[in-house]
């Protein structure tokens, strides 16, 4: 029997976790009045909110503050496990709405862990209230270095039709002519409106774009390392490796091993109301 659905801001608990496992699709936009550390206990999940967008595979999380306008986009099945902890719950919020970065070990098992306490928790269970309280004050820490691993939302209808166009072609010939006939735009244009309106250059989101899906593709299962290269636009293993390296900060290959090695079963999912 499938469980009821959860109203997430409704739940009596100041601080519980919640898990779900998600087909591929997208959730609406939409806000929480709780704090939020999202994570993809498997797969890979899409984070979108006003300006950004970012990839988040094992290994990874992103810190929302209460009512960040977000959305989560999978592109494969994917778990997701999330902490909510109103906002009294945490004395010491990271700065800024958003803020993603590489979970530590000790981050990790303790979100894997917060999943025995779900929203139907008692609100006066002492040892799940002394546990979000050091996983609350824990934060601040586990956010100090944020990873730029994200790519810019266009605000007018031209931009994002060129970052769709881009965002389709990663994995064969583009070129910021095509991107500019896709936008209706001339090239100088286009190159302007990448710079004024994404603070980047279009070959630049390019580049980063293919990054990110090699990061998504390396963190499927069975994912070989020559096949992700080529299928984000690479003829070279070796051009490949050395901008992924530079990019992540580490090997192709031991990204793909560290993420295989993440990947950890978590209970039956709750459902809720709204995701991510």
Do not use: I
């Not at 901008?243 to 992540?248: H, L, N, P, Q």
């Amino acid at each position: 029997m499938p469980r009821p659905l959860v109203d997430v801001d409704s739940a009596p608990a100041s601080a519980f976790c919640l898990t779900d496992a998600l087909s591929p699709s997208t959730s609406p936009w939409h806000t929480h009045r709780r704090h939020q550390l999202l994570y993809a206990a498997s797969g890979a999940l899409h984070l979108e909110v006003a300006e950004a967008q970012w990839l988040l595979p094992p290994q990874r999380a992103a810190w929302l503050a209460a009512g960040t306008r977000h959305r989560v986009r999978t592109t494969q099945p994917a778990t997701l496990c999330t902490v909510y902890l109103k906002p009294s719950r945490v004395p010491s919020a990271p700065s800024g709405d958003c803020r993603v970065f590489v979970l530590p070990p000790l981050a990790r098992e303790m979100l894997l862990h917060s999943t025995r306490w779900g929203p139907e928790r008692s609100p006066r269970d002492p040892v799940a209230e002394s546990f979000f309280s050091t996983l609350a004050h824990l934060l601040s820490e586990w956010s100090a270095e944020p990873r730029d691993w994200r790519l810019p939302r266009a605000r007018t209808p031209e931009l994002e039709r060129a970052m769709a166009y881009t965002l389709a072609h990663l994995s064969g010939p583009v070129t910021l002519a095509g991107a500019a006939k896709a936008a209706g735009l001339s090239q100088r244009t286009l190159a302007r409106r990448f710079d004024d309106e994404a603070g980047t250059s279009w070959r630049r989101f390019l580049h980063d774009a293919r990054m990110l899906r090699a990061m998504e593709l390396l963190a499927e299962d069975g994912a070989r390392v020559t096949q992700t290269a080529y299928a984000v636009g690479f003829e070279s293993l070796a051009a490949f490796t050395h901008a992924f390296t530079a990019f992540t900060g580490e090997r192709p290959r031991d990204f793909r091993q560290r993420v295989a090695e993440g990947t950890t079963p978590l209970p039956s999912p709750t459902r809720r109301k709204r995701r991510g």
